[in-house]
């Protein structure tokens, strides 16, 4: 029977890749959608790609009817720039908790699985070497610190779908991203204003031949995770024949892929020297380092490690992160490049 997928979000950064891997991979049906096409123009006429422009703040009738209709609901709208947590926290809370805790209660009133997005973020500060889903303690800041309300929200939506899944018999799986990156994971755009991901914001520095900043020396160590790679794991998820995902928590990262923001940003800008369009640029970037207090605000708090372990997703889908750190990387430079260079 062919599935019927809702994605919320579908424009978002992870929302567009997997919609495509549906199209190209499966027989189901994506009904989508998000304020924008910007991502995901290429298949809005493809047949089995249902899309609608709204919000889901407001479009609340449409999404109450196609929640009742498919079979799966992903979403995955959510603020989730560092920066806008310290500058916009109520917009992240009332976004990131409110409008996702109405779109859970209604997959829990019309009995529809939900496969939602918690994020690395809420293991903060753990101080384990590797993050354990259902055993590693979850350590957040103080409340002046209002980088934690992202962390905090999506923590308290994860403890309400499982105690929805457990006294109300919703179906769901929570999955954990760990630094996903990709082709279009930010735009530009937003990247020149201070309000993107390490990876987009450090590219952006590069095509303007402005400082890359590293904050409070970029000693914070991230473990990057291809969109490829995550997005093999949703559709494992999705797919489920067994139901052996049901009620559970899982981490899609790559712990191989470990590194310092400040390699992260020496790996970037050697391959943006070497990149064909760049190799005879007049002028390069510098790596500069910035406190965290001048460049986030006295509300910004950093974790220093974030490393998952993943057997879990090994047992549970029979999934393994299979691409390195520096193909990764250039995945994402590359295609970041080719699209200023058609906008030129």
Known sequence: MTKRILILGVNGFIGHHLSRAI????DWEVF???????????FLDAPRFHFVEGDITINREWIEY???KCDIVLPLVAIATPKTYVERPLDVFELDFEANLNIVRRCAHHRRRIVFPSTSEVYGMCPEERFKEDESVLVTGPI?????????AKQLLDRVIWAYGKHKGLRFTLF???NWIGPRLDSLEAAKEGSSRVVTQFIASLLDAKPIYLVDGGLQRRSFTDIRDGTDALLAILEDKNDRCNGQILNIGNPSNDCSIKDLASILLEMFKQHP????DAKYSTIVEARSEEFYGSGYQDILTRTPDISKARDLLG?????????????SLDAF????????
């Open 66 to 68: 196609h929640i009742k």
């Open 277 to 280: 369009a760049h190799k005879k």
């Open 337 to 344: 490049l080719e699209e200023a260079e058609s906008r030129t």
């Open 144 to 152: 002046c610190k209002e980088r934690w309300i992202y962390s905090s």
């Open 176 to 178: 954990r991203p760990f």
């Open 319 to 331: 999934w393994e992160p299979r691409i390195p750190l520096r193909e990764a990387l250039k995945y």
């Open 23 to 26: 199209l190209d991979r499966t």
């Open 32 to 42: 989508g959608m998000d304020l924008g096409v910007e991502r995901i123009e290429k």
